[in-house]
């Protein structure tokens, strides 16, 4: 099994900063698309920033600017830096991987979804 864990979130007042971590493991092959997305409280989810693999990004207008997503490869691990923030990031955020992986006897291409970390912006 592949599993996305994710740490960092937490309260913040407005204006600070947080850094969003999460790690894959499992008997990954590689992971292409990594992402990060939010839930706020009554609202759909958003995609907040992607990466490829080659380290191309992609950003939710509302965070250019403000947010950086980095990947370290060699650890499987994913960076959300968040700096300058607003009442209106405060969310559940959520990682995201397309990996080539192993399940049992079958070698597939997996979507997989981290548990969430709360962010709270708020003074």
């Known amino acids: 099994q592949v599993q996305l864990v994710e740490s960092g979130g937490g309260l913040v007042q407005p204006g600070g900063s947080l850094r969003l971590s999460c790690a894959a493991s499992?008997?990954?092959?590689?992971?292409?698309?990594m992402g990060w997305y939010r839930q706020a409280p009554g609202k759909e989810r958003e995609l907040v920033a992607t990466?490829?693999?080659?380290?191309?990004?992609d950003y939710l207008d509302s965070v250019k600017g403000r947010f950086s997503i980095s990947r370290d490869n060699a650890k499987n691990t994913l960076y959300l830096q968040m700096n300058s923030l607003k009442p209106e990031d405060t969310a559940v955020y959520f990682c995201?991987?397309?990996?080539?992986?192993?399940?049992?006897?079958?070698?597939?291409?997996?979507?997989?979804w981290g548990q969430g970390t709360q962010v709270t912006v708020s003074s």
């Open positions: 990466v490829t693999s080659g380290g191309s990004t």
């Open positions: 499992g008997s990954i092959l590689s992971i292409n698309a």
């Open positions: 995201n991987a397309d990996t080539v992986a192993i399940r049992g006897t079958v070698i597939g291409k997996f979507t997989v």
